[in-house]
T-cell receptor, first 113, second 116 residues
């Protein structure tokens, strides 16, 4: 079946450090891939997405590239800020099916000044 | 533009009691989702509506959970009777299009349910 696996957290970084959060997926066909973020006290919001292989999603300095050969969608940011502290969720969606998103378990990022 | 609204934000009940959650999606959004997020896990879809019809309820525990979306706008999710394992955050989301896998979903703040 379809599934998403994220690296376990929490991830603790100093401000301006480089961030990578790993995400791999299992799916048949060609899913769309998403990163959602949940800031403290707020609801989930879309950070970026990619709908086909080799697409790169980007937003707010974050990037992720859809790699079909490695079934991965790793999230990266060159220089994190304290305000990036949040829980990050990788998810996949199947265009040939319902709109259901299948989420990973989430990775907590804490950025220290 | 107003976001997805949910109420209540928090609810504490005893096991075997009933509880209901309300969701108002973004105006004009055809598709509405209810997810269950247990602590330390990612959200899991319970039910998806397109307008007022059910698209996917394969993971809804139908012996105790029910949901409706009257007139294709607001939705309610009910649990009766509640069990301890129902303690979770219940998230409502909506999307403007037909609910295909590429759609961006917009989430509400969630309702945190504690069953004692």
């Amino acid at each position: 079946g379809n599934s998403v696996t994220q690296m376990e957290g929490p991830v603790t970084l100093s401000e301006e450090a480089f961030l990578t959060i790993n995400c791999t997926y299992t799916a048949t066909g060609y899913p769309s891939l998403f990163w959602y973020v949940q800031y403290p006290g707020e609801g989930l919001q879309l950070l970026l997405k990619a709908t086909k292989a080799d697409d790169k999603g980007s937003n707010k300095g974050f990037e992720a590239t859809y790699r079909k050969e490695t079934t991965s969608f790793h999230l990266e940011k060159g220089s994190v800020q304290v305000s990036d502290s949040a829980v990050y969720f990788c998810a996949l969606g199947r265009s040939s099916n319902t709109g259901k998103l299948i989420f990973g378990q989430g990775t907590t990022l804490q950025v220290k000044p | 533009e107003a976001g997805v609204a949910q109420s209540p934000r928090y609810k504490i009940i005893e096991k075997r009691q009933s509880v209901a959650f309300w969701c108002n999606p973004i105006s004009g959004h055809a598709t509405l989702y209810w997810y269950q997020q247990i602590l330390g896990q990612g959200p899991k879809l319970l039910i998806q509506f397109q307008n007022n019809g059910v698209v996917d309820d394969s993971q809804l525990p139908k012996d105790r959970f029910s949901a409706e979306r009257l007139k294709g706008v607001d939705s309610t999710l009910k649990i009766q009777p509640a069990k301890l394992e129902d303690s979770a955050v219940y998230l409502c989301a909506s999307s403007p299009l037909g609910g295909g896998g590429t759609d961006t979903q917009y989430f509400g703040p969630g309702t945190r349910l504690t069953v004692l």
